[in-house]
C-alpha cells in the first residue's frame, strides 16, 4: 500500500552536512507520521526523529540541534537534514511511515541508506 525509498546517503567527514530523502507512493498526508530510525552494525534500530501529520517534530537526544525533520508535502517527501555529523552518527537510515487506525497499528519502512562519517 505505502512504499517508502530513502535517498541521500554517503560518506561525509565529522562535522560535515548530509540531507536525506524519503519519497512516499503516495500522500503523506495520509500517514499519521514519519520518521527517520537509524542502525548501526550490532546494535538495534532506534528512533532519531519524527513528524506528525500535525508537524509536530520530536528528536532523539542525541541529535537535538543538529539534525532536522521535515516535509514538502506536494512532493510526497520527508527529509532529514543533518548538520554537525559526528563518528556515532554512522548507521544505516531507513524511513518509517505509521498509520494508527483506531487500535491497530501499521508501519511501512524503506530499504535504508548508508550514511558513514569517517576521516
Known amino acids: 500500500q505505502v512504499q517508502l525509498v530513502e535517498s541521500g546517503g554517503g560518506l561525509v567527514q565529522p562535522g560535515g552536512s548530509l540531507r536525506l530523502s524519503c519519497a512516499a507512493s503516495?500522500?503523506?498526508?495520509?500517514?499519521?507520521?514519519m520518521s527517520w530510525y537509524r542502525q548501526a552494525p550490532g546494535e538495534e534500530r532506534e528512533l532519531v526523529a519524527s513528524i506528525t501529520r500535525g508537524a509536530i517534530t520530536n528528536y532523539a537526544d542525541s541529535v537535538k540541534g543538529r539534525f532536522t525533520i521535515s516535509r514538502d508535502i506536494a512532493k510526497n517527501t520527508v527529509y532529514l537534514q543533518m548538520n554537525s555529523l559526528k563518528l556515532e552518527d554512522t548507521a544505516v537510515y531507513y524511513c518509517?511511515?505509521?498509520?494508527?487506525?483506531?487500535?491497530?497499528?501499521?508501519?511501512?519502512w524503506g530499504q535504508g541508506t548508508q550514511v558513514t562519517v569517517s576521516s
Open positions: 503516495g500522500s503523506i498526508f495520509s500517514l499519521n507520521a
Open positions: 518509517n511511515g505509521r498509520v494508527l487506525n483506531g487500535r491497530v497499528l501499521a508501519d511501512y
